[in-house]
């Protein structure tokens, strides 16, 4: 018997944003459908732009890269003109109005093809941090007939240590350029966070250590470092609090103990390898990969992370599980991230414990503590991506709770994520008093949100 147990007297911090994601809504156009409704309804917290130029509903080629919108680095780069907003104001202007805020990221897309543009490292360091200058204050600020997005965070590059398709470059050459941008854009922002480097793990060392020694070369001029952040992709959802003490571990050495740490690319994959990709592309678009993410999601709550962003919701990227690649309908991982979002508007976490390893759990409560919430996922990487071979792979679960109940005052909703409900109310008899309690089948890559509400 597996139990879980959650004491609404016990307060742990809050529901921190673990369900934003990498890029916002579309809007339909002539041979497509779109999704704002949905992207709207799952209240993500915020969309990063990396890679959002792949998508033509976004812009395309034309939007949120450095190159796509200022392509001529031999132009001024204080003439207004030598800029094209246009599709990038419209694309943020999207984001925006569904609810999400705008995660910024500076640089250009991974390019794959056998010719490198964005990836090659800027000819002038200096002009390059003025061009990110001239992006906020257009913005943020009204600049080259802008707007006041009022957009925080702005994320330096993306992916340095990936060789050649981020950085033509070696590595070392890449620091100055951080540290160069990091000091012009605080210096002329310095109510706004900058930050990166977007690693593509915290594992690289080979960057980070050097990354970290440049910044800090003169202890008593550290360049800015507002949030560190990194990516990590696999198979196991309790790697991620493994990496988030890595990377508070090695912030803190570097005299960064301020530094938000944002972990904003992140997906299930098998391996790298090119027979194991397919099934990863497979595993994302299904019940497997709703429930990696919400247990991914449920870890990285527990953790020191303060960010958390799923790659990807643009629909054109083999790596979207929230959305059908043609309809753009939600996909089952799109219920997991909205019903963690309940616990978010909920506000308070609190204790809530799995004797079970595989069985992942969080609970909140309103503040006014008239409404309650408990979001769990069974998850371990079974070889079946549909849990349909996975016989033998259930267990008897009994959810318990003290703190949030009364006679007959309470009403208590059960809802299912598995093969045959996309978070639907399902009729369970409830245990109400002293504390509720319910047992019941689990089967693997189930999700169940249990929402409780006092009755006036």
Not at 102 to 123: M, T
Request: hydrophobic content about 35%.
């Amino acid at each position: 018997m597996s139990q879980i147990h959650v004491d609404f007297h016990a307060a742990t911090g809050r529901i921190k944003p673990m369900h934003s994601v990498n890029n916002g809504p579309t809007m339909p156009q002539n041979h497509s459908f779109g999704n704002f409704e949905d992207y709207r309804a799952a209240k993500f917290p915020f969309a990063r732009t990396h890679d959002a130029s792949f998508t033509p509903a976004y812009g395309g080629p034309h939007t949120v890269d450095i190159l796509a919108v200022f392509p001529d680095f031999d132009r001024d780069e204080n003439d207004p003109a030598s800029y094209d907003f246009d599709l990038t104001d419209e694309y943020m202007e999207h984001i925006l109005a569904s609810g999400t805020k705008v995660f910024y990221r500076l640089g250009n897309r991974i390019e794959h093809e056998s010719k490198r543009y964005g990836a090659l490292p800027p000819k002038d360091y200096a002009k390059w941090a003025r061009i990110c200058e001239h992006f906020i204050r257009h913005l943020n600020e009204g600049w080259a007939n802008g707007h006041h997005y009022g957009i925080e965070y702005w994320e330096i590059w993306n992916e340095p240590d990936v060789n050649p398709q981020c950085w033509d470059a070696p590595i070392e050459d890449f620091f100055p350029l951080y540290d160069t941008a990091a000091r012009h854009l605080k210096a002329c922002f310095p109510h706004l966070k900058i930050g990166g480097p977007a690693a593509s793990s915290v594992g690289s060392h080979w960057l980070l250590d050097g990354f970290f020694r440049y910044l800090t070369r003169d202890p008593a001029d550290p360049a800015p470092l507002d949030f560190f952040s990194f990516h990590h992709y696999g198979r196991e959802a309790d790697d991620f609090a493994r990496d988030a003490e890595a990377a508070r571990a090695l912030a803190d050495r570097y005299g960064y103990p301020d530094a938000e740490l944002i972990l904003n690319e992140w997906n299930y994959v098998k391996s790298w390898s090119r027979a194991d990709l397919l099934t990863s592309y497979y595993t994302i678009i299904g019940l497997k990969g709703s429930a990696y993410a919400a247990a991914s999601i449920l870890t990285a709550q527990r953790s020191p992370l303060d960010h958390f962003m799923y790659y990807d919701a643009s629909y054109s990227v083999k790596w979207n599980g929230l959305f059908d690649a043609y309809s753009q309908k939600p996909l089952k991982t799109y219920h997991a991230l909205k019903a963690f979002g309940e616990l978010y508007d909920l506000g308070t976490e609190v204790r809530a414990e799995s004797d079970t390893h595989g069985i992942y759990v969080s609970a909140a409560v309103s503040e006014d503590r008239s409404e309650a919430a408990i979001l769990l996922s069974y998850y371990r990487d079974h070889p079946s991506i549909d849990g349909s071979g996975a016989e033998g792979e259930t267990v008897p679960l009994t959810i318990g709770w003290e703190g949030f109940a009364a006679e007959r005052g309470v009403d208590v909703e059960y809802r299912f994520l598995d093969a045959s409900h996309d978070m639907d109310p399902v009729t369970r008899e409830t245990f109400y008093g002293s504390s509720g309690a319910h047992i019941f089948p689990l089967p693997l890559y189930t999700t169940i949100l249990v929402r409780m509400k006092k009755r006036a």
